[in-house]
């Protein structure tokens, strides 16, 4: 539940708001993740009005108010602000017309002026409302940057998460969030993460325990957030198991929606982890500049078993 | 096997680090998936960052979520050492 008073105290520095009226409405609940200008509306067309959007008023709004006879004004102010409109704000700091701020403290919406101008005030507050709004989990992992990709390793408790991202910080890789990573969905086609507050850049290691790993190997080693480009799973071997050989099935995960692709990564004695996410990613690199090394050596062998038909 | 449980942090100082310790020390031999809610935030209870992460203060309130073949008795250790106030 995102309240208007939460908006306030978030971003209200970052948008310039100033709490002119209703403050008792601080608690109205802001439904959707959208501002509008009345336009219409304050013409009396109140047909499909989205009510539920918080109203902007920019310069011709307020002159249009201006020009208006008192009585039609309040009338007109009225309808609007019988919506369940969470708050109303003034662009470029004019100053709100008295009924306007006497209706607002009656339907208590609390009433902002702000100094920017009303497009750069709308694409703004729609960017942060979106951010606000967007989709987000947390899940047990640690997502780390190898080169360049983040790389999310999941896997059960004690399989060696923390120390494969270790032995990938020591080469000079980054870490973003190791046990916990919280997740969140970014205009509706990629996954960010980031760490908790209070736990960001620490790492508990087995017989070692908590470390803080930009102290320890510096600035240079750490991240706040990071797109989440591949999921890793690491899984104690199985002999029963048959893991992929060759790579040219391609597996996805999907995480809030979004389709990730996905790699089960055995871990037995004699196998170097580190290496093997290393590859992984660059594997993925290599990928996304359009070769696919399994790809690539099928279609060799299958060129060659051609030319070998038509030479018998 | 799936239970839940409703428990309140009776510790002076909240769930620190040692509480912390003690639960994942406890939970180590456990088959089971523990999980522990607090303020919306759902975490794995088998990872001390994670509980540290809670930042969980005293009186507050957890909801244990215990899910596996010993889930019975593994609910029962956690709620005496919640009791117990971690033996501090």
């Known amino acids: 539940m995102y309240l208007v008073e939460d908006l306030y105290k978030q971003h209200g520095e ?6 002119v009226a209703g403050k008792s409405g601080m608690k109205r609940r802001i439904k959707v993740p959208e501002a509008h200008r009345p336009g219409l509306a304050l013409a009396g067309y109140l047909k499909s009005h989205a009510g539920k959007r ?3 008023f920019g310069k011709v709004e307020i002159e249009y108010l201006r020009d208006l006879a ?9 309808d609007i602000l019988s919506t369940p409109t969470p708050a109303v704000i003034v662009a470029r700091r004019y100053r709100p017309p008295k009924e306007l701020m006497s209706l607002c403290e009656k339907h208590a919406i609390p009433l902002f002026r702000a100094s920017m101008t009303t497009m750069n005030l709308l694409s703004k507050l729609t960017l942060l409302l979106t951010e606000e709004f967007a989709p987000s989990m947390s899940c047990h992992g640690t997502l780390v940057e190898v080169f360049g990709v983040g790389v999310l390793i999941q896997g059960d408790s004690s399989v060696g998460k923390s120390e494969a991202a270790l032995g990938l910080i020591e080469r000079g890789h980054r870490l973003i969030s190791d046990d916990i990573v919280k997740v969140k969905k970014r205009e509706s086609s990629y996954l960010e993460g ?3 507050e209070l ?3 620490h790492m508990e290691i087995r017989g070692i325990g908590i470390i803080n790993v930009a102290h320890l190997y510096g600035a240079v080693c750490v991240r706040d957030n990071k797109s989440i480009d591949i999921v890793v799973k690491l899984e104690t071997w199985d002999d029963q198991n048959f893991y992929d050989r060759v790579g040219l099935d391609e597996k996805y995960c999907d995480m809030l929606g979004v389709k990730l692709p996905f790699h089960i990564l055995p871990v037995k004695p004699g196998r170097d982890v580190v290496l093997l996410l290393e590859t992984i990613a660059l594997n993925h690199r290599l990928k996304g500049m359009g070769y696919n ?3 690539e050596f099928n279609a060799k062998l299958l060129n060659m078993i051609a030319t070998k038909t038509k030479r018998n | 096997m799936k239970l839940i449980q409703k428990v309140q942090v009776k510790n002076m100082m909240g769930l620190h680090t040692r509480p912390a310790t ?14 522990f809610t607090y303020k919306k935030a759902t975490i794995n209870a088998k990872s001390i960052l994670s509980i540290l992460m809670l930042a969980a203060r005293k009186n507050s309130k957890i909801t244990i979520t215990v899910e596996g073949s010993d889930a019975d008795a593994t609910m029962e250790k956690l709620l005496i050492a919640f009791e117990n106030e971690f033996g501090e």
């Open chain 1, 194 to 196: 980031f760490g908790a």
């Open chain 1, 199 to 201: 736990t960001r850049h």
């Open chain 2, 22 to 35: 003690a639960i994942v020390k406890m939970l180590q031999n456990s088959k089971c998936d523990v999980s």
């Open chain 1, 293 to 295: 090394s399994a790809k």
């Open chain 1, 54 to 56: 918080i109203t902007i």
């Open chain 1, 14 to 19: 970052r948008l310039g708001l100033e709490l």
């Open chain 1, 70 to 78: 008192p009585p039609v004004r309040v009338k007109c102010l009225n």
